[in-house]
């Protein structure tokens, strides 16, 4: 059994108590509907756009550069990532995509396939709603460091998988109000699929699956701040 109390505006429409405080537990789930689409494909593919515009083809980002040993890479199933060493990680991802592939690919996969997509993927999505049908607007989930598995599933066809599953510390509502949670028994589980497209221009041109496993779920539970 869970007991919440509504703190802030921001979280359903017609609630008029901006004093109390949030407490207990709750899952809330983000609406990947069409406006969620719509908007993580233009973000990413300004993203694309902007860094391949001023660099040279088959440059990969640094962004991606260095998350390459701190989160797990897959090229067609097979690991590229070794922990603490950027230089071997790098030189196993071209190996294993090869040089042509990666001369296609990799600035416009690596403009956005980094720590910096999470952020993306939270400004796309519209709100997040509970069991209750209430709405949540969360703009960040604070993920526990220590506590945190990223996975980027990258396929030679196109394909690619985005799994994410980590403790939550807090999370941060379209106020800039932040909510403590306890981040052992709160959670944020992720699944985004993309489509990547060579295109003529020289870069990629990048648009959602479609996939219907995909989701962002929040199961929290609320710090009492009065313990």
Same mark, same amino acid.
């Given at each position: 059994m869970s007991f919440f109390?509504?703190?802030?505006?921001?979280?359903?429409?017609?609630?008029?108590?901006?004093?109390?405080?949030?407490?207990?537990?709750?899952?809330?789930?983000?609406?990947?509907?069409?406006?969620?689409?719509?908007?993580?494909?233009?973000?990413?593919?300004?993203?694309?756009?902007?860094?391949?515009?001023?660099?040279?083809?088959?440059?990969?980002?640094r962004s991606m550069h260095v998350d390459l040993p701190r989160m797990d890479y897959y090229i067609d199933n097979h690991m590229i990532s070794i922990p603490g060493n950027i230089e071997a990680s790098y030189n196993k991802f071209i190996e294993q995509g090869g040089k042509e592939w990666a001369n296609d690919y990799v600035g416009s996969i690596s403009a956005?396939?980094?720590?910096?997509?999470?952020?993306?993927?939270?400004?796309?999505?519209?709100?997040?709603?509970?069991?209750?049908? #209430?709405?949540?607007?969360?703009?960040?989930? /604070?993920? &526990? +460091?220590?506590?945190?598995?990223?996975? =980027?599933?990258?396929?030679?066809?196109g394909s690619i998988k985005i799994i994410s599953q980590s403790h939550v510390s807090n999370i941060i509502l379209n106020d800039n109000n932040i909510v403590l949670t306890k981040s052992s028994t709160s959670f944020f589980s992720l699944q985004i699929s993309l489509v990547c497209v060579k295109n003529?221009?020289?870069? #990629?041109l990048v648009m959602t699956?479609?996939? /219907?496993? &995909? +989701?962002?779920?929040?199961?929290?539970? =609320?710090e009492d701040i009065d313990k």
């Open positions: 109390r509504q703190k802030s505006s921001t979280n359903t429409k017609n609630n008029e108590d901006n004093s109390s405080r949030y407490y207990g537990s709750k899952v809330v789930y983000a609406m990947l509907d069409i406006n969620f689409t719509q908007k993580l494909s233009m973000l990413i593919n300004d993203s694309i756009r902007e860094y391949t515009s001023n660099n040279s083809r088959g440059v990969m980002c956005f396939l980094h720590q910096g997509i999470f952020v993306d993927i939270f400004k796309a999505i519209p709100y997040w709603k509970d069991s209750n049908e #209430c709405r949540w607007d969360i703009i960040m989930a /604070s993920h &526990d +460091r220590l506590n945190c598995s990223n996975t =980027f599933h990258i396929n030679k066809d003529i221009g020289g870069h #990629c699956a479609g996939d /219907s496993t &995909d +989701r962002a779920t929040l199961q929290l539970e =609320f």
